[in-house]
Nanobody, 125 residues
Framework: VQLQASGGGLVQAGDSLRLSCAASPQTFRDRVMVWFRQAPGKEREFVAAIPRSRSATYYADSVKGRFTISRDNAKNTMYLQMNSLKREDTAVYYC???????????????????WGQGTQVTVSS
């Protein structure tokens, strides 16, 4: 089981970044994929989620309209396109996967068994 997040960096407010999460086939297949983030001194928080079917996407209110989650099942890769970045988006971003999470629990980090190592996003003003 492997998840590898990448794409983070230092940007200015208003800029864009695209994060990627590459997974092993057995991790990616049939699983809900999700992004969480954790800022210094704060708890890990839900950002966005997407099921394998891509039938729906889920976002935290704080990123809705600015971030877009997507996945390429053929490449076993998930993406997070982040536009109009703000200082408060500064955090370590983690990708995670679950084969058993239900919709009502999709924002709960405890529902995910598989986690990547995180990628740092820093937004300066």
């Amino acid at each position: 089981v492997q998840l590898q997040a990448s794409g983070g960096g230092l940007v200015q407010a208003g800029d864009s970044l695209r994060l990627s999460c590459a997974a092993s086939p057995q991790t990616f297949r049939d699983r809900v994929m999700v992004w969480f983030r954790q800022a210094p001194g704060k708890e890990r928080e839900f950002v966005a989620a997407i099921p394998r079917s891509r039938s729906a996407t889920y976002y935290a209110d704080s990123v809705k309209g600015r971030f877009t989650i997507s996945r390429d099942n053929a490449k076993n890769t998930m993406y997070l396109q982040m536009n109009s970045l703000k200082r408060e988006d500064t955090a370590v971003y983690y990708c995670a996967a679950s084969s058993s999470v239900i919709t009502s629990n999709i924002r709960n980090s405890n529902a995910y068994s598989y986690w990547g190592q995180g990628t740092q996003v820093t937004v300066s003003s």
